[in-house]
């Protein structure tokens, strides 16, 4: 939570983000949402390890992004390198807060040197 503070005190230029004395995750959503412009993207990094440390997460994230979020228009990348935690916990059908949510799911492979090439095939 400290680092996405950071990063959000950062980008937004606005320095009572990181010093907000919160551990809900869903008052610092509902406060970045309010911040973000129509159409902004904001990407959750690494997510897997946020839901590892604090499963609570999912949960204000989904609770977030129903009352403000999705209003705005705005766009959630969510990646993780996790695999299994990212299928079972945060995409699954079922239970998980955010199932219904997601317009798309894409699982990416591994980038080989060789594949580098072909961003410049012109040389």
């Known amino acids: 939570m400290r680092g996405f503070k950071r990063q959000a005190s950062a980008h937004f230029a606005d320095p009572y983000i990181e010093k907000l004395e ?10 970045v949402s309010r911040l973000l412009g129509k159409g902004k993207i904001v990407v959750l990094y690494e997510f897997s390890y946020a839901v590892k440390t604090d499963p609570r997460i999912l949960s204000d994230l989904q609770r977030a992004w129903d009352r403000n979020m999705s209003k705005r ?3 959630l990348i969510i990646s993780g390198s996790l695999l299994v935690l990212m299928r079972e916990e945060v995409l699954s059908s079922g239970s998980p807060p955010l199932y219904g949510r997601r317009t798309r799911d894409i699982l990416l492979e ?14």
């Open 22 to 31: 919160t551990d809900s995750w869903l008052y610092l959503f509902d406060y």
């Open 73 to 75: 228009g705005v766009m």
């Open 110 to 123: 591994e980038l080989r040197p060789w594949h580098a090439l072909d961003f410049f095939k012109d040389r």
